[in-house]
């Protein structure tokens, strides 16, 4: 069974700063692409930042310049930094793998339970 547990959320005031986490767990062969979406109030699911296992990065427009994800690949964990906060960053943000289970050993997508991040003065 794998598990992606994400932690960091809160709430921050504008131009404040969160870091979220997000470690996978379980029967894990590999992790491929990890990343970042959220879902604001009332509004579709939509991506934040996507990192390969090698390192390369894909960031929303929106968070460009602002937020930067990273990973430790031993730890099969995930982060995000998020800087510069806005009001409408407030959102759940959601943690996601692409991963082999050792259980399959098929590829497929795993999503983290959520977080809230609320911005607000």
């Known amino acids: 069974q794998v598990q992606l547990v994400e932690s960091g959320g809160g709430l921050v005031q504008p131009g404040g700063s969160l870091r979220l986490s997000c470690a996978a767990s379980?029967?894990?062969?590999?992790?491929?692409?990890m990343g970042w979406y959220r879902q604001p109030p009332e509004k579709e699911r939509e991506l934040v930042a996507t990192?390969?296992?090698?390192?390369?990065?894909n960031y929303a427009d929106s968070v460009k310049g602002r937020f930067t994800i990273s990973r430790d690949n031993a730890k099969n964990t995930v982060y995000l930094q998020m800087n510069s906060l806005k009001p409408e960053d407030t959102a759940v943000y959601y943690c996601?793998?692409?991963?082999?289970?050792?259980?399959?050993?098929?590829?497929?997508?795993?999503w983290g339970q959520g977080t809230q991040v609320t911005v607000s003065s």
């Open positions: 996601n793998a692409d991963l082999i289970a050792t259980t399959s050993y098929q590829p497929r997508p795993y």
């Open positions: 379980g029967s894990i062969f590999k992790v491929m692409d």
């Open positions: 990192i390969t296992r090698s390192g390369s990065i």
